[in-house]
């Protein structure tokens, strides 16, 4: 067989190899983002993050992540810290191949918070954070193992969390639950011109969301528990 012949063969297998990884990307599309999203937020949090589903339209840069909830960390009760509901996303298209990709707006709508604090004193929040700030519970190399791939890295120019709502349980005021507001957050230039690990994009938006659910509940509950003898909670959280 000619070498030129033999050239052709191959080619077109390369080419059929590459055209087969594209459709199979871009018809697994929503299941490939829901197991990124349980992975990357589960290694941040260090705790289990579900979600439900995940719809996206490459075809117009639209997509929709339904149900995505943050169980509470090892230590409080079963119920879940973070709940989600309907969360839609702007996606830049013509990024998708490039580094970072470039993620215009997600909006979070209706989400809803568990804010529990023991008789301890300790809270969920506190623990979150905690978690937060550690080293990522990355997955085990084994040794001479290359790292596969090309990191992703996203920039997301806006992101809202709209109309949602806390509920408070506190020990030290006789575990009643307390009902509050949480008012309109907005986070821009997620991950800047570099763009940043979907890792690191998990814990700067957990970490945004659990500090202002703590200033809502420790401003509206800050003077019962100054008589409860917690007078360091305000600065903890306000100052930060």
């Known amino acids: ?36 999203i349980e992975k990357h937020g589960s290694q941040a949090t260090k705790t289990t993050v579900r979600v439900s589903a995940v719809r996206i339209k490459l075809s117009s840069g639209e997509g929709s992540i339904s149900a995505l909830t943050v169980a509470n960390p090892r230590g ?29 707006d997600i909006r979070i709508s209706g989400p809803e918070i568990f804010y529990e604090m023991n008789s301890s004193g300790a809270s969920n929040l506190d623990a979150l954070l905690k978690n937060l700030q550690g080293p990522e519970a990355a997955p085990k190399k084994e040794p001479g193992e290359k790292k596969k791939g090309k990191e992703i890295r996203l920039f997301i120019r806006k992101l ?25 957050l907005e986070l821009t230039n997620i991950g800047g011109n570099r763009g940043a690990t979907p890792s690191e994009v998990a814990t700067t938006v957990a970490t945004a969301l659990a500090r202002e659910t703590a200033k809502v509940v420790t401003r509206s509950q ?14 903890r959280y306000l100052r930060k």
């Open 1 to 36: 067989m000619k070498k030129s012949k033999l050239f052709l063969i191959s080619a077109g297998v390369l080419a059929l190899l590459i055209a087969a990884a594209i459709v199979f990307v871009l018809t697994n599309i929503n299941t490939i983002v829901k197991a990124a």
């Open 76 to 104: 409080f009760s079963n119920r879940d810290l973070f709940s989600l509901g309907k969360i839609s996303v702007g996606i830049d298209v013509r990024s998708i191949t490039k580094s970072p990709i470039v993620i215009p």
């Open 222 to 235: 800050g003077e019962k528990y100054l008589k409860k003898g917690a007078g360091d909670l305000l600065n």
């Open 160 to 184: 809202v969390f709209e109309n949602g709502r806390v509920e408070a349980r506190i020990a030290a005021l006789g575990d009643r639950l307390i009902l509050l507001d949480l008012p309109r």
